[in-house]
T-cell receptor, first 120, second 113 residues
Framework: DVKVTQSSRYLVKRTGEKVFLECVQD?????MFWYRQDPGLGLRLIYF???????EKGDIPEGYSVSREKKERFSLILESASTNQTSMYLC???????????????????FGPGTRLTVL | KQEVTQIPAALSVPEGENLVLNCSFT??????LQWFRQDPGKGLTSLLL?????REQTSGRLNASLDKSSGRSTLYIAASQPGDSATYLC????????????FGTGTQLKVEL
């Protein structure tokens, strides 16, 4: 079974703090993703990575950065946490099915348990 | 704008009833569509993935259909049980979007005894 783990289930930080959220997957997946989930807004993609040291912005990258130094680990960084970054953060991974005209096809995404971050 | 919509936002049914959850998407150029389940405070569990070339997928009591031309997918749950109570999310991998999934806001299902 694919296992995606996240470093913390619950986290409380102060405004202005630097926050690191870690995600590790054990299935040698090429693709990794960070989402945030908010009531009424659903899941929104922050950043994703399809290879080591590669990253691409998602729909809401402002205020976040990411790091992927090893294939199994994808980190989300809040450089200076703000109260509007209070949310549930979900990490996911997937493998490639192949490359077709118009883009890349990926298999199902496997999600971690989530980190509920509160910024005070 | 490529969007995914799920209606209704919430649904309550008696145990044993068959039910259908709906998902609509705005662009027929997709790679695949996935249905997920989310329990309160937890991550997402993949239920079914339908590639763009497929019309349906089945797993146990679950059946998902895909109609690209009308931009619709349905998740059919047979003989519902209280353990099926959860939020069900539909997500679309639009062509040209790389690996990105666009999610609907989900349908919260409650199956009552």
């Amino acid at each position: 079974d694919v296992k995606v783990t996240q470093s913390s289930r619950y986290l409380v930080k102060r405004t202005g703090e630097k926050v690191f959220l870690e995600c590790v997957q054990d299935m040698d997946h090429e693709n990794m993703f960070w989402y945030r989930q908010d009531p009424g807004l659903g899941l929104r993609l922050i950043y994703f990575s399809y290879d080591v040291k590669m990253k691409e912005k998602g729909d809401i990258p402002e205020g976040y950065s990411v790091s992927r130094e090893k294939k199994e680990r994808f980190s989300l960084i809040l450089e200076s946490a703000s109260t509007n970054q209070t949310s549930m953060y979900l990490c996911a991974s997937s493998t490639m099915l192949g490359v077709l005209a118009g883009g890349i096809r990926a298999d199902t995404q496997y999600f971690g348990p989530g980190t509920r971050l509160t910024v005070l | 704008k490529q969007e995914v919509t799920q209606i209704p936002a919430a649904l309550s049914v008696p145990e044993g009833e068959n039910l259908v959850l709906n998902c609509s998407f705005t662009d027929s150029a997709i790679y695949n569509l996935q249905w997920f389940r989310q329990d309160p405070g937890k991550g997402l569990t993949s239920l079914l993935l339908i590639q763009s070339s497929q019309r349906e997928q089945t797993s146990g009591r679950l059946n998902a259909s895909l109609d690209k031309s009308s931009g619709r997918s349905t998740l059919y749950i047979a003989a519902s049980q209280p353990g099926d109570s959860a939020t069900y999310l539909c997500a679309v991998n639009y062509a040209g979007g790389g690996n990105k999934l666009t999610f609907g806001t989900g349908t919260q299902l409650k199956v009552e005894l």
